[in-house]
């Protein structure tokens, strides 16, 4: 199933020949990197499916990782995308899910790599699978449940898009919540606005309170953040990161109805033992589209798909 190396940069270089996207298999086959013919990678670790690093032609990286991610399979890892899945946080009143870990268990299973595939003469797609019978024991016996996940990352010039499929493929009904916890790499967290949220209910998992409503203002940051928003304009219309007054993210959302906003300032950063540097919050915010404040339910056979494509500019 695996696409080996070819050498595209040469048949690129070809007259005649259409460009290709490159893929490579590197370190013992823990990782896949695409290059596309005019520069842009993205490198996903077959730890969770996270995608690590996603590059634009000049090298510039657009997502934050910390310098203390633990890239080997012991614990999720800290920044790029770790996919959050079979329940956002913990849920200890949601009584198939409550014995799970934070965030479930998908980023922290080895997914295999199915293959890639061309969208256009300069995208690529690369798609990830999960099944239940890849889990190990201790977690299959925490969510006993015959499911399968495709995930597809589609690098292309000026975007990345990254697309979930659940599937019950068991007898039995199971519910179901999903993010896409992307860390977006920022110069400056105080001056960041992000748009699109405005007007929109959220629950504020800082102080615990449930039904507040944004503003008509962009959020802005001055201290911990950590906010579910179901927003009322719906998946199609962007949220939008602005850095410095320069827009450089606008994420579309595709049947994923929250938005969770979340910066953990100074303390919670100092608590977390693989968040490195230590003022690494100032560079970072997490914008995490999801299906998180209901539960996804899936009968036999049914299936559930979520996306989110983020634009740079
Ligand atoms: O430390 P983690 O399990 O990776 O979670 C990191 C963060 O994820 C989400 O953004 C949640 O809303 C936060 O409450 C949580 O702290």
Redesign the pocket.
């Known amino acids: 199933m695996v696409d080996r190396p070819n050498k595209p940069s040469a048949l690129a270089a070809t007259p005649g020949l259409q460009p290709q996207a490159q893929v490579t298999i590197s370190d013992g086959s823990s990782r896949v990197t695409a290059v596309l013919p005019t520069g842009e990678s993205v490198e996903i670790l077959l730890f969770g499916a996270t995608v690590l690093s996603w590059k634009d032609a000049s090298g510039d990286e657009k997502l934050w990782l910390s310098e203390g991610a633990k890239l080997d399979g012991t614990k ?1 890892v ?1 920044g790029g995308i ?1 996919l959050v899945f079979p329940v956002f ?1 913990t849920a200890p009143d949601h009584e198939a899910t409550s014995k799970l870990p ?2 479930g268990f998908a980023r922290n299973s080895r997914w295999e790599f199915l293959g890639k595939s061309e969208t256009s003469s300069n995208s690529v797609k690369l798609d990830f699978g999960l099944s239940s019978e890849n889990l190990d024991d201790a977690a299959r016996q925490l969510w006993p449940y015959k499911f399968g996940l495709l995930y597809s990352v589609t690098l292309a010039p000026e975007s990345l898009s990254t697309a979930l499929v659940v599937t019950n493929e068991g007898d039995v009904p199971f519910e179901c919540q999903t993010l896409l ?1 992307t860390y977006f790499k920022i110069k400056d967290i105080a001056s960041v606005q992000v748009t699109g949220l405005e007007d929109s209910p959220f629950h504020d ?1 800082v102080d615990g309170v449930k039904d507040k409503t944004q503003s008509s203002d962009p959020i802005t940051f001055s201290g911990e953040t ?1 906010r ?1 928003y179901t927003p009322v304009k719906g998946p199609g219309h962007p949220v939008i990161i602005t850095d410095g007054g320069v827009e450089k993210f606008r994420v579309v959302r595709d049947n994923l109805d929250d938005v ?1 906003v ?1 910066n ?1 300032w100074v303390d ?1 950063a100092a608590g ?1 033992g693989d968040f490195q540097p230590k003022d690494g919050w100032k560079n970072m915010v ?1 914008v ?1 589209a999801g299906a998180v404040s209901s539960w996804q339910k899936l009968e036999k056979g049914d299936a559930f798909e979520g996306a989110q494509t983020i634009y740079l500019h």
């Open positions: 999720a800290r770790p946080g934070q965030h916890h998992k950590d579910v969770v979340w953990p919670k977390m997490c995490e």
